[in-house]
Every structure is written in C-alpha cells, then in structure tokens.
C-alpha cells in the first residue's frame, strides 16, 4: 500500500522516461486522477470536459477503485477539474506537464490548496514537468519526493540542488550525479520511506546502494559545500509550516 499523502515533483528532459514511470507509479494507487493533456495513460475512464470530469468524480466519490483521465480542449479547464479533486480521499492526482497549470510566478489558488491542505484528505500528487525551474517553488518546497532524470543545464542543477537537501554532497557531486545517470534511471531525493516502489525501482540502484537515497532531514544535516550553490539557503524538499498554515490546519480540523 502506497504512502497517502504523499507530494512527488518527477523531472527529466524530453524523452527522459517521466510519464513511463508515471505509469508505472499509478498502478500503486486504487484511486486515480490524472490531467492527462496528451492522452498517454490507459485509464479506467477518460473525460473530456470539465463536466464529464465532475460526473466522473461524484460517481466514484466513495469507490474503493476508479481511474479517470482528463483530456481537455483548454488548458485553464484543468484547474476546474483539480478544484473539485480535492473534495475526493484516498486518491493519487497525477499533474502531467505540470508547467502548464502553474510557473515559477504563478501558482493558481486550485492547486496550492491541493498541495497545502491535500494531506487532510490523503490525495497523494504526483507533479510532472521537463524543467524543475518552469514550476512553482510551492511544488518543489512542498514535496516529500524529488525525482529526476538526467540533467545537464546549470540553472536546471542549481535549482534542483537548492531543492534537495536531502542530497548529503556538494554542488559539483550533485552535478555530476544527476549529469551521469543513466537512461531511464532516476535521482531521488527526499522520503524514501514514502517514495513509492516504482520510484525506488527507477532510481539508479548503484548509487541507491552506496547511499545516495538519504531522508530528508529537515536540510540540517551535515552537506559539503564546495561554494558553487547557496546552500545556506537552501529551502528543505519538506519545508516546515508557516504560522497561517498552523492555523488554517487547526481551522480544518475543528471543522
Ligand atoms: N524504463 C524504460 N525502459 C526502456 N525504455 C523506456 C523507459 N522509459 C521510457 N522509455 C522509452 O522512452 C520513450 C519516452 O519515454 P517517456 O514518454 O516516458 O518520456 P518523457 O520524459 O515523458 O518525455 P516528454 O518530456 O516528451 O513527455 C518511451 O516511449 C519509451 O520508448
Ligand atoms: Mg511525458
């Protein structure tokens, strides 16, 4: 049984092996949603308007299984979709070129309540995007479970090392771990406790061996800094809650 509430952000460039793991991924979970903008996944159901989304959601509210696939004409339609999402349990929400919904300076209302509040109703969400920097810092500050594939752009390093510091290494380790992994093997940073299977199968099992899958420690553990990255600043995979969310979990829970 898959962790329930569970945020994974999956990187890679194009052709890297992301929506095959993706895949792979949602077989774990009896209760799936995913926006599925070019028709990839084999699911249970597919919507193809907002409605039929809705119908489709409302029908399986209380079924111990469904899986839907979301195809819509207009992109903006999606975050419809993902607002009534939040009012289904137990569910897995997979986001599919995840940079369409959100970018680094704009993140809409639907979607920060899912990643915020998701875990009061174990939706587990799963963001998919070729570039870690093209999606908002609340995904990549949020996530239990960072993945990627191969990367070789600087700014794509730089980020994504600010974003793991789980990652016991220093910035030029960093680079050239994730600038070396092989096809279709993965870097994963963050909870491996909560990271599903297939993550853990994907991931590059050479260096999963010497140890390079760490748990997230809050970003206080001991990490080298060669002076390349900021890594004082360094904002932790699991960042911890601010007062307001304090409250508004509270609010939630009275309710
Ligand atoms: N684990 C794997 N083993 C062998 N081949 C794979 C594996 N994963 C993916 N592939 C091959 O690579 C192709 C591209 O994979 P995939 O569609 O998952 O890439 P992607 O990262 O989602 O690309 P895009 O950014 O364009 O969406 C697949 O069609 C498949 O042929
Ligand atoms: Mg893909």
Known sequence: MPNENVIIALFGTKGSGKSELSKKI???YSRVIAVDMLGEYDLDQVACSVDDAINVLVEHEQSSAFSLSVRLPETDDYLDVLECAYEMTDTLIVVEEASFL???SSFPPELSKLVRYGRHRRISQLYISRRPAEVSRDVTAQADVLVTFRQ????DLDYLYS???GARMSRREFGAYV???PDYRCAVFGD???APLAVIEASWRKMSEQGELFAVDGGS???ESDGAASSGEATPVTAAKTEDETAIDEDEAQA
Request: net charge negative; hydrophobic share 25%.
């Open 221 to 223: 553990g001991a990490r």
């Open 192 to 194: 491996k406790e909560v």
């Open 26 to 28: 949602v077989e774990e």
């Open 102 to 104: 959100c970018s680094a």
């Open 163 to 165: 974003c793991a510091p």
């Open 179 to 181: 600038e070396g992994l």
């Open 152 to 155: 070789r752009e600087p700014r």
